[in-house]
């Protein structure tokens, strides 16, 4: 066979080559070809390095055996396409005959190889942070490529937690890829998910101001709404720090609350809110009614009456939060005046009410006598000094007692019974039916400051009940007349007269009883007031 016939078999012209074919192993141009017996070439190459192998090959054949005779087995193929084989192998059979001497034959081998692993190009770095919120790119963010044939990829993902913050954690990716020819290549790329951004409050309560009777409790001051970017329901609490604003009231202060807003991830946030509690209400009650009471009560509360149904809004208060202040109105009697008295209940704030309740107070009852006069009978007796008694028995108001309802002293008045007359010591009287020779019928009245009066009446007497004695009286004598004359006048002497009762008076009268053939004479006796009287015979 001619070599035009060779080449025609082969599909290759010898003007196939010119100044312009890429160089091959290390060579250039026809001048400088050696092509080894064996030629390897990455697969990425090998569509391309064939033709010029084989056509750069046929020329050096023909430049190192001019003028022979070359046969090549197999046939080549016009151009090559990598299978994805790892190692595809071409191995041709160059018989050359020459014009003289022996054939030749030259062998040469093809070799295509996968060498290249493949190639991971990530669209984002292979370290980076993101937050709770943001969005977690998927495992397509990789792109895999292969110089010849990717056969195989393997993805994993592992995430990596930070205790009992589930919002924190680390996805650790990687890929491992393979191609047909066992070539691998791998890929890591971590991922860091934080939650450092603390909960947000949200319609925060403002500050307020509330009655103390009204619990200072959220409810009633108001809480507030709590946001995270990633906890669904963060935790809400608060603290709170008492300043008193008044000394010794305990219901008017000032709250410093703190709310608190943490998420699972303990992220925290603080916020203030200030509560003023304030009281300023004065507390309530029922006052005592006006009231009209007799001077033995007096004008003391426990009778007048207290305030009652204290009530305060906010403390529990007891007797030391009432108080009362008095105004005396006073009038001429002393044990009857008005006092207008007004009552304060006050709380420990200093939160006041009053109300004025009049409390008239009367003396409307004359003294009582705890003893009535005693009647005073004195007998007449020698030496009696009767009007000292008298006014001795009148200066002790005839031993009456008595006292006045509402205290203090009682003034005693003494006058003549049934008169309004000055006591006076009666005149000397003869009452010959009881004996009594001096009385006074006493109205002793005993008054109060008030002029209120009561009266107790006694009698004052002198009575003679022991009749006066005569002594020395004349003794029987006849008197001598003339015959014939029946009267005589015959002076008698008179008797002596004594008597006990000192200041009495006497009284002579003679009397004469005739009686056949005598005549007696009598001497009529002294009598004095009360008793009845002696005589002599």
Not at 114 to 132: E, H, M, N, Q, R
Request: contains cysteine; glycine residues 6%.
């Amino acid at each position: 066979m001619g070599w035009w016939l060779l080449f025609a078999s082969i599909g290759i012209s010898l003007s196939a080559w010119t100044s312009d074919t890429p160089s091959y192993a290390g060579q250039s141009g026809a001048a400088g070809l050696a092509i080894e017996d064996t030629t390897v070439v990455s697969c990425e190459k090998a569509d391309s390095s064939y033709g010029f192998w084989i056509s750069t090959l046929q020329l050096q054949i023909l430049s190192n055996y001019p003028g022979s005779v070359i046969a090549v087995s197999p046939t080549p193929p016009l151009s090559y396409v990598f299978s994805g084989n790892c190692s595809d192998t071409l191995v041709f059979d160059f018989q050359i005959t020459p014009p003289s001497g022996p054939d030749t034959t030259e062998t040469y081998v093809f070799i295509v190889r996968d060498t290249v692993a493949p190639k991971i190009k990530p669209s984002l770095p292979d370290s980076f942070a993101l937050g709770c919120q943001d969005p977690i790119p998927d495992s397509t963010s990789v792109t895999i490529t292969d110089n010849c044939a990717l056969d195989t990829v393997i993805y994993q993902e592992a995430v990596e937690g930070s205790g009992n913050c589930p919002f924190s954690f680390k996805i650790i990716r990687t890929w491992d890829a393979y191609d047909v020819c066992g070539n691998t290549t791998s890929y890591r790329q971590v991922i860091t998910v934080s939650d450092e951004t603390a909960p947000a409050f949200a319609n925060f309560p403002a500050d307020i101001t509330i009655d103390c009777s009204i619990a200072p409790t959220p409810e009633n001051t108001g809480p507030p709404e709590v946001t995270d970017l990633c906890d669904t329901d963060p935790k809400v609490s608060y603290f709170d720090q008492e300043f008193p604003t008044l000394p010794g009231c305990g219901n008017d202060y000032t709250i410093r609350r703190t709310w608190v807003a943490e998420d699972t991830c303990n992220n925290v946030n603080f916020r203030p809110q200030t509560i003023r509690i304030r009281d300023m209400k004065a507390p309530t009650f029922t006052a005592p009614r006006d009231t009209v009471l007799s001077c033995t009560d007096g004008d003391d509360p426990s009778v007048a009456g207290v305030p009652t149904n204290v009530v305060d809004n906010c403390a529990q208060l007891d007797e030391d939060n009432v108080r009362y202040e008095d105004v005396l109105i006073s009038s001429p009697c002393p044990n009857t005046y008005t006092v207008h008295r007004t009552w304060y209940v006050a709380d420990d704030c200093g939160n006041t009410d009053s109300v004025l309740q009049v409390v008239q107070v009367l003396d409307d009852q004359p003294p009582v006598f705890s003893r009535l006069a005693r009647d005073l009978t004195i007998q007449c007796t020698e030496g009696l000094d009767p009007e000292t008694l008298f006014w001795e028995w009148a200066n002790r108001f005839g031993d009456a007692l008595a006292s006045d309802n509402c205290g203090g002293g009682v003034r005693w008045i003494a006058q003549n019974a049934g008169t309004s007359d000055t006591l006076s010591f009666p005149a000397l009287q003869c009452l010959q039916e009881d004996q009594v020779i001096l009385e006074r019928r006493v109205d002793f009245i005993a008054e109060d400051a008030c002029g209120l009066k009561d009266t107790t009446t006694a009698v004052f007497r002198v009575v003679d009940l022991a009749p006066p004695s005569l002594v020395d009286c004349p003794k029987d004598t006849a008197v001598a007349t003339s015959p014939g004359i029946c009267s005589a006048n015959f002076p008698l002497p008179n008797p002596q007269i004594e008597d006990e009762c000192y200041f009495s008076t006497t009284a002579f009268a003679q009397t004469r009883e005739r009686s056949p053939g005598l005549v007696r004479s009598f001497q009529g006796a002294r009598r004095d007031q009360g008793s009845a009287a002696p005589f002599c015979v």
